[in-house]
């Protein structure tokens, strides 16, 4: 069974401070994803990784960037959070080619206070 | 821009009625069009899939319609269930590509 693990389910940081999400896939997937989920917005695409130290910025990349050290770890970095970022996190893996097929972790709800 | 318009935003429906969520797109390079079904607490998770050869796909309760020249495609959950209370997203992606667009999700809740 496919399985992305997100490092925290709830986490509650202060406007400024830099915060990291980090995500791990145990399926030696190529591709990785982060998206925020915001209601009546859907899944939007903030970065995504090809391989390893590669990245593409998505759709809403400013204020975010992201690292990718090792193929199973795909970080997402805040580097001053604001509260315009409190939002559900989503960290998705898939091969390559995808195919449409995108394995998600179980999410990590950002509150910005 | 919103490549994939999803709607409606919110659906009611009784148990062991129809649910239907429609979706329209934009971009022709489209290949295929899965759905994704999330769960209070879950990440998403595909439920089902279409390329635009296909005008219809079965797997159980849920069916795809795709329709090529008016550039949208639905899901409907037939028998619908209290189990299927989920936040269904419609998503496209081009040919050989990576990334998936997604709509903006529909809350379904079944009516028991």
């Known amino acids: 069974d496919v399985k992305v693990t997100q490092s925290s389910r709830y986490l509650v940081k202060r406007t400024g401070e830099k915060v990291f999400l980090e995500c791990v896939q145990d399926?030696?997937?190529?591709?990785m994803f982060w998206y925020r989920q915001d209601p009546g917005l859907g899944l939007r695409l903030i970065y995504f990784?090809?391989?390893?130290?590669?990245?593409e910025k998505g759709d809403i990349p400013e204020g975010y960037s992201v690292s990718r050290e090792k193929k199973e770890r795909f970080s997402l970095i805040l580097e001053s959070a604001s509260t315009n970022q409190t939002s559900m996190y989503l960290c998705?893996?898939?091969?390559?080619?995808?195919?449409?097929?995108?394995?998600f972790g179980p999410g990590t709800r950002l509150t910005v206070l | 821009q919103q490549q994939v318009k999803q709607s409606p935003q919110s659906l009611i429906v009784q148990k062991g009625g129809i649910s239907i969520i429609n979706c329209a797109y934009e971009?022709?390079?489209?290949?295929?069009f899965p759905w994704y079904q999330q769960f209070p607490g879950k990440g998403p998770a595909l439920l089902i899939a279409?390329?635009?050869?296909?005008s219809e796909k079965k797997e159980g309760r849920f069916t795809i319609s795709f329709n090529k020249s008016a550039k949208q495609f639905s899901l409907h959950i037939m028998d619908s269930q209290p189990g299927d209370s989920a936040t269904y997203f419609c998503?496209?992606?081009?040919?050989?590509?990576?990334?998936?667009?997604f709509g903006a999700g529909t809350i379904l809740r079944v009516k028991s």
């Open positions: 998705a893996s898939s091969p390559t080619p995808t195919g449409g097929l995108q394995y």
């Open positions: 399926m030696d997937h190529e591709n």
């Open positions: 990784s090809y391989d390893v130290k590669m990245k």
């Open positions: 971009n022709t390079a489209f290949d295929y």
């Open positions: 279409i390329r635009p050869d296909v």
């Open positions: 998503a496209a992606i081009l040919e050989y590509g990576n990334k998936l667009v």
